[in-house]
């Protein structure tokens, strides 16, 4: 089964550029999550869709960060315009749904490191 | 507000000894714990926990839940220096988020 699949794996950019981020879930599976991880730190979630609706983005800064699941299967996020603190790992992760029985199921991406300079 | 706590947030034991890592959590709604190594990439899946008492076991790996203490621990037996990682405790909520502790760092030297 292949796994999720993230693009870039690194992006370096300059303050206040612009950044978009790729993720293609596991096939199959309906949930799709975006995780903000800085260093030091565990992941934290930015936005949860199912299917190609959004179940929770309180944590999305939407002054900044937008994201989108076309057709409910793959997914961009986007940053414009970055900030420094933006630096961090960008995980994506998938499950089968959101039941418990279902979340040993869940499965990340590599994931990729943005550095903003 | 929900959180985890993970503690130690670092170890550094020697081969063959044996690790006790903790984990607390306040989750709203909460449905599982779920127990992840993260090496240099993608956290990769240990465990998850969903019934107190229960213990759950792969090769020298092991963690149990605790449902009224709202604490669950991950134990590693004759540890080997490719145990070293950052061992992470997730809560699971009923809408499928997971919320993250810190992390423990785990070095252990030959």
């Known amino acids: 089964e292949a796994g999720v699949a993230q693009s870039p794996r690194y992006k370096i950019i300059e303050k206040r550029q612009s950044v978009a981020f790729w993720c293609n879930p596991i096939?199959?599976?309906?949930?799709l999550y975006w995780y903000q991880q800085i260093l030091g730190q565990g992941p934290k979630l930015l936005i949860q869709?199912?299917?190609?609706?959004?179940?929770?983005d309180s944590q999305l800064p939407k002054d900044r960060f937008s994201a989108e699941r076309l057709k409910g299967v793959d997914s961009t996020l986007k940053i414009q315009p970055a900030k420094l603190e933006d630096s961090a790992v960008y995980l994506c992760?998938?499950?089968?749904?959101?039941?418990?029985?279902?979340?040993?199921?869940?499965?990340f991406g590599s994931g990729t490191r943005l550095t903003v300079v | 507000e929900d959180k985890v706590v993970q503690s130690p947030l670092s170890l550094v034991v020697h081969e063959g000894d044996t690790v006790t890592l903790n984990c607390s959590y306040e989750?709203?709604?909460?449905?599982?714990l779920l127990w992840y190594k993260q090496e240099k990439k993608a956290p990769t899946f240990l465990f998850m926990l969903?019934?107190?008492?229960i213990e759950k076991k792969s090769g020298r790996l092991s963690s149990i839940l605790d449902k009224k203490e709202l604490f669950s621990i991950l134990n590693i037996t004759a540890t080997q220096t490719g145990d070293s990682a950052v061992y992470l405790c997730?809560?699971?909520?009923?809408?499928?988020?997971?919320?993250f502790g810190k992390g423990t760092k785990l070095s252990v030297k030959p």
């Open positions: 869709f199912q299917n190609n609706g959004v179940v929770d």
């Open positions: 096939s199959g599976h309906a949930t």
């Open positions: 989750v709203t709604n909460f449905r599982s």
């Open positions: 992760a998938s499950s089968l749904g959101v039941r418990a029985r279902s979340m040993d199921g869940y499965t």
């Open positions: 969903t019934s107190s008492g």
């Open positions: 997730a809560g699971g909520g009923s809408q499928g988020n997971l919320i």
